[in-house]
């Protein structure tokens, strides 16, 4: 069942509202290993205003079934893991893990309700795919990804594979691409040098949301 426009922003809105803040809190106290430690204000803003839109686009991608909870689950995962990815380069498993076993459950159920199996052997198969090679690139270049960037590739392959092969490439790609965006900018501005560590986690959350929502639709449809 699809929302209209305005039920949409109305769910959206009060999901951001009630967990959004207390994501920023997890995001900083996790960042800086101090379970005291609080948010400034713009980071709450900015983290509410951000999971709003992801709910909105989940909801606006699957309607309501069960996948909407895995996508709105990773939404509020990935807004966490890529703040503290941004401020320690680190994606921690306590989010991380819960993230993997929330998702592949919500999929399983969506599957038992809808009968939409086909499309989660896809995702199971696309999240085995997304796992080996980043472990082979893992292995051939330990500099380059992080274990918790081979499991979060994981988690993309699962959630960009149950919606489609395509969007599992375009999502990759797009993340590749913002990726290597990113450490230009920061090489021409000279916030960074060639040999700087730059964290590789939220160019890939930003390519999967981008490719489901240009190609997510698409291929659900």
């Known amino acids: 069942m699809h929302l209209g426009p305005l039920a949409v922003a109305a769910v959206a ?19 800086q290993g101090d379970e005291d430690a609080s948010p400034r204000p713009l980071r709450v803003l900015v983290t509410t205003v951000l999971l709003g839109l992801l709910v909105a686009g989940a909801l606006q991608l699957t309607g309501v079934r069960p996948a909407a909870v895995a996508l709105c689950w990773a939404a509020g995962a990935g807004v966490v893991l890529a703040a503290v990815d941004l401020a320690v380069h680190r994606l921690p498993d306590r989010v991380l ?17 809808t009968g939409s199996w086909p499309a989660l052997v896809r995702a199971v198969l696309a999240c085995a795919v997304a796992f080996a090679l980043a472990v082979a690139a893992r292995v051939a270049s330990p500099e380059g990804l992080g274990f918790g960037d081979v499991k979060l590739l994981g988690l993309i392959g699962l959630l960009l594979g149950w ?20 450490s230009l900018l920061l090489v021409a501005t000279r916030r960074a040098g060639w040999r700087t560590a730059v964290p590789f986690g939220p160019p890939l959350l930003v390519g999967a949301a981008l490719a489901l929502a240009l190609g997510g639709s698409a291929s659900l449809g």
Do not use: E, N
């Not at 809105?13 to 960042?31: D, E, K, Y």
């Not at 893990?97 to 309700?113: F, I, M, N, Y």
């Not at 919606?163 to 990113?182: I, M, Q, R």
């Open 13 to 31: 809105g009060v999901c951001a509202l009630t967990v959004g803040p207390w994501l920023a809190r997890r995001s900083v106290r996790l960042a």
């Open 163 to 182: 919606a489609g092969w395509g969007v599992l490439l375009a999502g990759v790609f797009l993340g590749l691409l913002t990726g290597a965006v990113v």
């Open 97 to 113: 893990l819960p993230a993997v076993v929330a998702c592949a459950t919500a999929l399983v159920v969506d599957a038992w309700a």
